[in-house]
């Protein structure tokens, strides 16, 4: 199993548990990137052992889904999601089983995964066990469910994110019929949290391929979130592929994202962190005044909305005010009082006391917006009207 690419700790998984008696099989996402010559970042064994065998088998694990059958096995070298082949109830909440039940076999558990790219797992010998055409649809580049779609996205409406995510992350194809299931289903998508569509969105906006996003709105997907608007950002490729840039740009591509409430209102109901949050509400609001049309504007918006703030409002725009932002940045322009040359202790020292410290740095500081040449202790100096002899 080693010279398939899996790593000793969860090989030593596997090993201990067929020595015990039980079937235990590499399955899933992880199997599916050792295949695409991707290295796996986490490691989940199907077994027939129940979690209280594996507990027993192994000394340090974490019970992390017990009722799911789901142990955590703790090896040096690393984690491996030890879970006992299942067979799953109805999904009345449309996201978890109502009922889960171990008497089952391998077959039986592969086929209730998503999809067929999904749904192989490795034997002992490394040989690869495909019961639904996976190999066939990696080298394809498809992807399609394990048997009826609508069946699939009834047990769990976020399998209709996740098949967008993996088209932009691993550059699949839908099968035919698979977006016309995920926008019969859409509407199921409503019962999810936000905090897990935040995530699976989040994942597509990082990925290489962050315009597909848009197939989010366009398949109704977000119409709890935007009312069934759909969206074009195409433009998002072309941005750094930072949280920040791409969260404001798909605010950006949002019809009413100008006005600063439409990004807030779209960012809050996806549970955004406040940072994120505050720096896209700023952005919007910069673009809707209009961005700065030289450096001293920027410098100027920079003081008022912070380096976030201005980032976001550009990246709202595009890559090119992105990039003019940046080459500004790049500088390291003095945008705010702590960058002064002449800091409030030396104002201080001068004589000045109190308010009159903080009003005389905010009136250097908005000569040195105009005037960045000038963030120079004499100049400083001679604004104030002090001879530098005397400081």
């Known amino acids: 199993m080693e010279g398939r690419g899996v790593p000793s700790h969860a090989a030593q998984c596997c090993r201990r548990l067929w020595d015990a008696g039980f079937q235990a099989y590499p399955v899933g996402g992880c199997v599916r990137n050792l295949l695409l010559g991707r290295l796996p970042l986490d490691w989940d064994v199907a077994a027939s052992a129940l979690p209280e065998q594996v507990m027993a088998l192994f000394p340090r694990c974490v019970p992390t889904g017990v009722r799911h059958g789901t142990v955590t096995v703790l090896l040096p070298g690393g984690a491996v999601e030890v879970t006992t082949f299942r067979t799953e109830g109805g999904y009345s ?55 009826d779609p609508d069946r699939r996205f009834g047990e769990d409406a976020l399998r209709m994110f996740r098949a967008v995510r993996f088209c932009a992350q691993l550059d699949f194809t839908p099968a035919p019929g698979l977006s ?5 289903n859409a509407a199921r998508a409503a019962a999810l949290s936000a905090e897990r569509v935040q995530g699976e969105l989040e994942r597509i906006l990082l990925s290489h391929r962050p315009a597909l996003a848009g197939r989010l709105f366009d398949l109704g997907l977000m119409a709890r979130w935007t009312g069934g608007v759909p969206m074009h ?27 600063p409430a439409g990004a807030e209102r779209f960012l809050f109901s996806l549970r955004l962190d406040r940072r994120l949050l505050r720096a896209c509400t700023a952005g919007a ?11 001293a504007g920027w410098r100027r918006a920079l003081a008022r909305l912070g380096r976030d703030g201005c980032r976001a409002g550009a990246a709202m725009e595009g890559a090119a005010a992105l990039g003019q932002l940046e080459r500004l940045l790049e ?25 009159a410290i903080g009003a005389a740095q905010h009136r250097l500081l908005r000569h040195v917006l105009d005037f960045p040449e000038d963030n120079r202790r004499d100049r400083l100096l001679e604004l104030l009207d002090v001879p530098a002899g005397d400081a």
């Open 285 to 295: 609001q910069l673009r809707q005044e209009g961005l700065p049309r030289d450096g």
């Open 93 to 147: 909440d449309g996201r978890h089983p109502d009922a889960v039940s171990f008497r089952a076999t391998l077959r039986e558990d592969l086929a209730r995964r998503d999809f067929t790219v999904n749904a192989m797992a490795l034997d002992r010998d490394g040989t690869v066990i495909d019961l639904f055409g996976g190999q066939a649809d990696l080298a394809r580049g498809l992807l399609r469910c394990v048997g």
């Open 180 to 184: 016309d299931a995920i926008r019969r």
């Open 331 to 355: 500088l390291d322009p003095c945008v705010t009082v702590g960058q002064l040359a002449l800091s409030g202790g030396d104002l201080a020292a001068l004589g000045l006391r109190g308010r």
């Open 233 to 259: 950002p195409e433009q998002l490729a072309q941005l750094p592929p930072g949280r920040l840039e791409r969260w404001a740009g798909l605010c950006g591509a949002l019809p009413d994202a100008c006005a």
